[in-house]
């Protein structure tokens, strides 16, 4: 009987000790804070990242996309077709700043 009093204390002591842990991860980062461009790219170029920083695109043809959903997603044949961002505030913000980031969702063929 005292075998099972103290077993079944020593497990509800580890259960209640390990359960109750500092929870250290990082508060959500603002993904908006410095973002230039942002395009998912729904039919067209166009910048959802409120900047205004429309592009165009250049022999890239409309595909479905990785859901399944028509006209989301867009495939370039790597010499002749790409997206242009034209605008010149864009351009400078790129030159003038020390490292950025591009990220893109890839499927090679």
Same mark, same amino acid.
């Given at each position: $009987?005292?075998?099972? #009093? &103290?077993?079944? &204390?020593? $497990?509800?002591? &580890? &259960?209640?000790?390990?359960?109750?842990?500092? +929870?250290?991860?990082?508060?959500?980062?603002?993904? !908006?804070?410095?973002?230039?461009? %942002?395009?998912? /790219? %729904?039919?067209?170029?166009?910048?959802?990242? /409120?900047?205004?920083?429309? *592009?165009?695109?250049?022999? *890239?043809?409309?595909?479905? +996309?990785?859901?399944?959903?028509?006209?989301? =997603?867009?495939?370039?044949?790597?010499? !002749?077709? %790409? #997206?242009?961002? =034209?605008?010149?505030?864009?351009?400078?913000?790129?030159?003038?700043?020390? =490292?950025?980031?591009? $990220? =893109? #969702?890839?499927?090679?063929?």
């Amino acid at each position: $009987m005292k075998k099972t #009093i &103290l077993s079944g &204390l020593i $497990m509800a002591s &580890l &259960l209640l000790f390990t359960n109750c842990k500092k +929870d250290d991860s990082p508060s959500p980062v603002d993904l !908006s804070n410095g973002l230039v461009f %942002y395009s998912p /790219l %729904y039919q067209n170029a166009a910048d959802s990242s /409120l900047n205004e920083n429309n *592009g165009t695109t250049f022999n *890239g043809t409309q595909i479905i +996309d990785r859901f399944g959903v028509q006209n989301q =997603a867009f495939t370039f044949n790597g010499s !002749s077709s %790409y #997206i242009r961002l =034209a605008n010149t505030n864009l351009t400078q913000k790129l030159t003038s700043a020390k =490292a950025f980031t591009v $990220m =893109a #969702i890839v499927k090679p063929e």
